[in-house]
């Protein structure tokens, strides 16, 4: 099992940046690739940006490509995705998720363990 705590989601304007970060306790954290995603109201949850457990191999959606960046810790158990010049259309929850298999992935069904979430509202 693995546990997965989100942080710092919060209200920002339009053009402006956040920085969530996603902990994780319980198995090694090395082991697991990782990748978040984020859910607006009335549609699907969607994929945001992967890694692999190394970090070499990280995937985004074209519609956060160049704006988003993830990145992980290993010796801090954390991931992060760094957000700049956010739209109002990024407005969603975020959850981070761990895939097990190691190699990164933007397909849903491959991650096995998924935070809480933590609310991103990009607004004026």
């Known amino acids: 099992q693995v546990q997965l705590v989100e942080s710092g989601g919060g209200l920002v304007q339009p053009g402006g940046s956040l920085r969530l970060s996603c902990a994780a306790s319980?198995?090694?954290?090395?082991?697991?690739?990782m990748g978040w995603f984020r859910q607006a109201p009335g549609k699907e949850r969607e994929s945001v940006a992967a890694?692999?457990?190394?970090?070499?191999?990280?995937y985004y959606i074209d519609s956060v490509k160049g704006r988003f960046t993830i990145s992980r810790d290993n010796a801090k158990n954390t991931v992060y995705l760094q957000m700049n010049s956010l739209k109002p259309e990024d407005t969603a929850v975020y959850y981070c998720?761990?895939?097990?298999w190691g190699l990164g992935s933007l397909t849903i069904s491959d991650y096995n363990y998924w935070g809480q979430g933590t609310q991103v509202t990009v607004s004026s």
């Open positions: 890694i692999s457990r190394g970090g070499r191999r990280i």
């Open positions: 319980g198995r090694t954290f090395s082991n697991y690739a």
């Open positions: 998720a761990a895939d097990a």
